[in-house]
């Protein structure tokens, strides 16, 4: 697959805002509803006596087999435009997704925001803006849903807009690469085409704006940062580490090191979609062989890079990080487990450096006391155990994290230094 055309593509936005339908409707629109779900609904269908094959219909079955338990894996499902094979990176609705966000296994480059016009932002709405806009989502399109149930009134559609805008600009998302479509995932409209229902609307439809998004440009620059997500011994093989290389290349016959484990070692052969091929490049996902490497000797969470220029490893890093949500105060000895790639680390925040204004990125108080939600600061990190991570400056794949506790994301911030051992 080419890079060139080749997107991760996030759909986000609070629960039954219509997230899995607008899938369902952009799989379906694009003939990507695989070949045996159709024919298994047409089956169906016909037998019911209802003849003929409805996106609603697929849709219908489909939320009942959720219901039923029967896991409907629509992640990682594809659909292409003319530009670009978007890959939908989170399954919608889906316990981890959060935590899917955080790691690079499904970092997105883009993203579509679904909001309802007839519920307007609601909190899931702020946290994942949130996160899309401190985990480097380029571009968002937001996609203004069930339009169909306010009329396709131009100003609910409006108000929604101005109410996504205020998010927008809280949480820094420059609004000019945000861009806004009026549509119903139900009933189709400005979806793949331009609706009649909403004649004052005259931009693109939602297709059209993802086919026009600019192209990512893959950081083949940087060293190799390549976070291990899964360790597996391979019969024949021996010890073959899997995750996705985020910045860098990966090249049979380089001397690669994992931090913080600290062991190295030449690779042999790479792996990707079952075919040994010469090297890796940013977003592939691979599994590779090191030679003299144990299962034992890495795990989840390490970092693979050049042995030569090995990734860092933190005593203590500073970070600047944003409180999106949490019950009480945040104060200097708080310990909470830091998402950062693929690693889960307890840390624990030693100082509250001071406090910025977050509309001016300027300090408003020295060496606060405490911090809560809404606020924005520089804080000094401790690590529980050995992290590898890096300044989000030098190399930003690596250099972003979220703060978890009690089941929540409180806080995600990016690393502005790190003191190493
Ligand atoms: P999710 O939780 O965000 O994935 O939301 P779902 O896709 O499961 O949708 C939640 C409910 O809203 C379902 O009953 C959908 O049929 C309904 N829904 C989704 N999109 C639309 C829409 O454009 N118009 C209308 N009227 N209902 C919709």
């Not at 989840?300 to 042995?307: F, K, N, S």
């Not at 190399?395 to 929540?408: H, K, N, T, V």
Request: contains cysteine; charged residues 25%; negative net charge.
């Amino acid at each position: 697959m080419s890079e060139e055309r080749h997107q991760n593509l996030a759909i986000i936005g609070h629960v039954d805002h219509g997230k899995s339908t607008l899938v369902g409707r952009l799989l379906y629109e694009t003939g990507s509803v695989p070949e045996h779900v159709i024919e298994q609904h047409k089956e169906e269908a016909e037998e019911k006596g209802k003849g003929g094959f409805e996106f609603a219909y697929v849709m219908d079955n489909l939320a009942e087999e959720r219901e039923r338990g029967v896991t409907i894996d629509i992640a990682h499902q594809e659909f292409s435009t003319d530009e670009y094979d978007f890959t939908i990176v989170d399954c919608p609705g889906h316990r981890d997704f959060v935590k899917n966000m955080i790691t690079g296994a499904s970092q997105a480059d883009n993203a579509v925001l679904v909001c309802a016009a007839d519920d307007g932002v609601q909190p899931q709405t702020r946290e994942h803006v949130f996160l899309a806009r401190t985990l480097g989502i380029d571009e968002l399109i937001i996609g203004i849903n069930k339009m169909d149930l306010v009329d396709y009134e131009e100003g609910r559609y409006r108000e929604t807009v101005d109410e996504v805008t205020e998010l927008l600009k809280q949480v820094q998302f420059n609004p000019d690469d945000a861009k806004f479509i009026p549509i119903s995932a139900f009933e189709g409209d400005n979806v793949a085409e331009d609706s009649e229902n909403t004649p004052w609307y005259d931009g693109p439809n939602l297709l059209e704006s993802l086919n026009d998004l600019p192209a990512p440009s893959p950081p083949t620059d940087a060293d190799l940062r390549l976070p291990i997500q899964d360790v597996y011994t391979i019969s024949g093989i021996g010890t073959v580490p899997v995750g996705r290389v985020e910045t860098g290349t990966l090249n049979t016959g380089d001397n690669v090191s994992f931090q913080p484990s600290d062991v190295s070692g030449e690779v042999k052969t790479i792996e990707m979609h079952h075919e040994e091929v010469p090297k890796a490049e940013p977003g592939d996902n691979v599994g590779f062989n090191v030679r003299g490497i144990g299962k034992d000797d890495i795990r989840r969470g390490d970092v693979c890079g050049p042995a030569d220029d090995p990734p860092s490893v933190a005593e203590t890093f500073q970070a600047q990080i944003v409180v999106m949500q949490h019950p009480s105060v945040i104060t200097a000895g708080y310990t909470p487990v830091f998402h950062a790639h693929t690693a889960q680390v307890a840390c624990t925040i030693e100082s509250i450096d001071k406090k910025i204004d977050p509309s001016t990125g300027e300090t408003a108080e020295e060496e606060p006391d405490f911090i809560q939600s809404g606020d924005a600061a520089v804080v000094t990190v401790r690590p529980q155990k050995p992290l590898s991570i890096e300044p989000s400056s030098e190399i930003e794949e690596l250099g972003s994290f979220a703060i978890r506790d009690m089941g929540q994301t409180i806080a995600a911030g990016k690393v502005l230094n790190v003191q190493e051992p």
